[in-house]
């Protein structure tokens, strides 16, 4: 489902973020990606979003070569692939409705559609009575849910967490990752990138460990 083959990210300012990383995360598994901060977990997670392109070597998603992607081909790209950030980039001005949402109405879905699919992901994170609520009365644990649910509304192939627990206490934590693994259990690839060693060492799934750019932990699946 995504692969790097040697793949490098030299920054114009001359600074490697990855030197020559190769892996495979297969169809439906569920990858930990770990390292300090600056280890190059961000760079990763963008060059599979198609923000940035490699310096060297080969990305490919769903069986297809990103080099092959032009710029109008990216929007469809990014599709399929839903993305929670650690400090979850909600609207504030808009309810937990409109937050969700906003995928949808970018792609151009049908009202009585987005209706169905936004109801349908609050309901998997446990916000469906929310729905009204503005982000800022929400807990945080509750923005990061709205967060979740605003990734999968689109019923993404991949989800990508860029530290998604990063903010939040252990018992949340736990909860949030938990929403990741029945997400997974439905047929979603799922990659977490988290500095959390403690927490994902107990979840029993594969980690990737990137240190200074380079893979040293996790390539083979």
Do not use: C, W
Request: aromatic share 4%.
């Amino acid at each position: 489902m995504i692969s790097f083959e040697r793949v490098s990210k030299r920054y114009s300012e001359g600074h490697d973020a990855l030197r020559e990383v190769s892996f495979a995360i297969n169809r439906d598994e569920l990858v930990f990606l770990t390292g300090h901060s600056g280890a190059g977990k961000s760079t990763l997670l963008r060059l599979i979003m198609l923000m940035e392109r490699p310096s060297r070597g080969q990305v490919s998603v769903d069986g297809k070569n990103l080099a092959t992607v032009g710029s109008r081909g990216i929007p469809q790209h990014r599709r399929n692939i839903g993305v929670v950030f650690q400090n979850h980039q909600l609207l504030f001005d808009r309810p937990v409705f409109d937050n969700v949402a906003l995928p949808l109405v970018i792609a151009g879905y049908d009202q009585r559609d987005v209706g169905r699919r936004v109801r349908a992901a609050l309901d998997k994170v446990g916000l469906l009575d929310r729905e009204r609520a503005m982000p800022v009365s929400l807990s945080g644990g509750e923005q990061q849910r709205v967060g979740i649910a605003r990734a999968v509304v689109a019923k993404p192939k991949i989800l990508l967490a860029d530290e998604p627990t990063g903010n939040l206490d252990p018992s949340l934590s736990a909860e949030i990752m938990q929403l990741f693994e029945e997400f997974n259990q439905v047929g979603v690839t799922v990659l977490i990138a988290s500095h959390d060693l403690a927490l994902i060492s107990r979840l029993r799934h594969r980690i990737i460990t990137l240190d200074q750019g380079r893979l040293i932990a996790g390539g083979a699946s």
